[in-house]
Nanobody, 127 residues
Framework: QVQLVESGGGSVEDGGSLMLSCKFI????????MGWYRQAPGKEREMVSI????????????TYADSVKGRFTISQDNAKNTIYLQMTGLKTEDTAVYYC????????????????WGQGVQVTVSS
């Protein structure tokens, strides 16, 4: 059974940094991609960043939401079967529950009911 285990959430002040991690169990990285979504209170879940890769490439192709571009960095460690989201220059607007996702291309095409999802971690940024 595919499982996604997230860690790294927490609380920081405005301008601080956090790193999230997501370990994939019984899932092989693919060109469909893996990534991160977030959902703030009272708002819809939105894409934050996606990375795609396969065994034939040492680097992934990355995509970022305009709101986080230049501040967040997604990366992967194939040996650990893990992806990361390094978040710097955090703002109060980044406060949300962050969800790791596998088969991100299916989520993008078919909606939030598709793909595999982590349990979510809370990120809180205080002014």
């Amino acid at each position: 059974q595919v499982q996604l285990v997230e860690s790294g959430g927490g609380s920081v002040e405005d301008g601080g940094s956090l790193m999230l991690s997501c370990k994939f169990i019984n899932y092989w990285f693919s060109r469909c991609g893996m990534g991160w979504y977030r959902q703030a209170p009272g708002k819809e879940r939105e894409m934050v960043s996606i990375i795609s890769s396969d065994i034939f490439s040492s680097d992934g192709t990355t995509t970022y939401a305009d709101s986080v571009k230049g501040r967040f960095t997604i990366s992967q460690d194939n040996a650990k079967n893990t992806i990361y989201l390094q978040m710097t220059g955090l703002k109060t607007e980044d406060t949300a529950v962050y969800y790791c996702v596998a088969d991100a291309c299916l989520v993008q095409k078919l909606g939030l009911g598709s793909g595999y999802w982590g349990q979510g971690v809370q990120v809180t940024v205080s002014s």
